[in-house]
Every structure is written in C-alpha cells, then in structure tokens.
C-alpha cells in the first residue's frame, strides 16, 4: 500500500481527497500547514511515496517546500493550487514538480494523474540502455554514444532527447517540451531558444541533420523520437 502525502490548508477538500484516493488503495496521511507535514516528513519520509502539495499554506510557500524536498528527496509531487497561470506552473515544474492540476478539480482525473507519476517514478529505477540505429543512450548514467562514440550534450540537450525518448509512441507538442525545459541557468526556453537546441541536437546526433532519423519533425505539431 502507497502512502501519500497532502499537504492543503483546506480541510474539506484534504478529507475529500483523502477519502477518495483510501477507497483506490492508498494510504493518506494529511498535513493543513507546511508545519505539519515537516513533522510528519521528519519522522518518515522515506514512506512517502508521493506528495499532494498545495502552493498557498498558512505558514509559508509550497514551493519553496517542493525546491527543499527534492532537494533532500526523490520523492515526486504534485501541485494543486488555484494558481494557475503559466507563469505559476512554470514556476512549479521549476521547483521540482511532476505535475500540476488546478482547482477545482476531479478527484478521478487526480488518481489517474498519481497512477501516472507513480509509474514513472517507479520506471526510473528500471531504466536502462535505450538503443536505436546506432545511438545509444544510457538512461540511468544520462550519457549518449553514437556509433559508440561519446557525445557531450549540455544539460538542455540532454533532456530535450530524455523526453523525446521516453514520449517516443506520441508526438511530444512544442508547448509540451517547452513546459518541461529550462536552461541550466533556470531562463525560460522561449520557441526560438527551443529552435536553436534542436538544431544542435540534430548537428551532434544526427548522420545528416537535413534528412534526421532521430529527431523527427511533426510539422504544425512538434516532435517526435524516430519511428512511431
């Protein structure tokens, strides 16, 4: 049994999540300010398996309680706020969020949510070499080799070709990479910065970047990682 953590100062939507999500399996432990649920992280982080955090608490910032957790731990969360403007989410994913729902919301569309993220976490431990027409990437080390030789890619690039990799049955929207992806500075990638690393990208993977086989545009769309 999963334990969750929600840490939201409302304490009638905090029970009727916690009810729901008991009735699907998990166990929920509830905190309604950032107090709480530092004490009940202190005495046990390690069994939480996933974090329902709210943005505005009584007592301080969630996320700048999400920036110091995931610091401290892999343990992966999800916003849910009523702050829900681009530039908050943005801020959000930049904190060290795996996703974000903004109030209201359905509690159905919640569990599916948590059921994603929990499989991808529990997918990272699991990763391994992911090959393909002579790139190899090894998912765990984050390093890539192409015709077994090493290529450096900066942290951006890196995780521009993670995403497109682990999306590579669907075509990943520029609006999708572009919520994901920040420069190592924490600048926000724009369309043209977006451009410029997939430019580069296919200049150090590809064996003609004109003609990719990797990297493969979806006009009007996005992106897409080789063969769907």
């Known amino acids: ?20 999500l008991e009735k699907k399996g998990y166990q929920v432990l509830c905190a309604h300010s950032l107090h709480e649920a530092r004490r009940i992280t202190d005495k046990g982080a390690e069994t939480i398996a ?102 450096k890619l900066s942290g951006t690039e890196y995780r521009i070709l993670e995403l497109l990799i682990d999306n590579r049955s669907q075509v990943m929207t520029r609006e999708m990479l572009l919520q994901k992806i920040w420069d190592i500075d924490e600048n926000y990638v724009d369309e043209n910065t977006l451009n410029v690393y997939i430019r580069r990208l296919r200049r150090k993977l590809e064996k003609d970047p004109k003609n990719p086989e990797y990297i493969i545009t979806v006009f009007g769309i996005g992106y897409t990682f080789g063969d769907m």
């Open 1 to 20: 049994m999963k334990t969750i953590l929600i840490v939201e100062d409302d304490v009638n939507l905090c029970g009727g999540v916690k009810l729901y």
């Open 50 to 151: 996933l974090m329902l955090l709210d943005c505005n608490l009584p007592d301080g910032d969630g996320m700048e309680f999400c920036r110091n957790w995931r610091q401290r731990q892999a343990v992966p969360v999800i916003f849910l706020t009523a702050r829900d403007t681009e530039e908050d989410m943005i801020r959000g994913f930049r904190a060290g969020a795996d996703d974000y729902m903004a109030k209201p919301f359905s509690v159905e569309l919640l569990s599916e949510r948590i059921a994603a993220v929990l499989r991808r976490s529990a997918g990272e431990e699991d990763r391994q070499m992911f090959c393909y027409r002579g790139l190899a990437v090894d998912l765990g080390k984050k390093q890539v080799f192409r015709e077994q030789e090493p290529v």
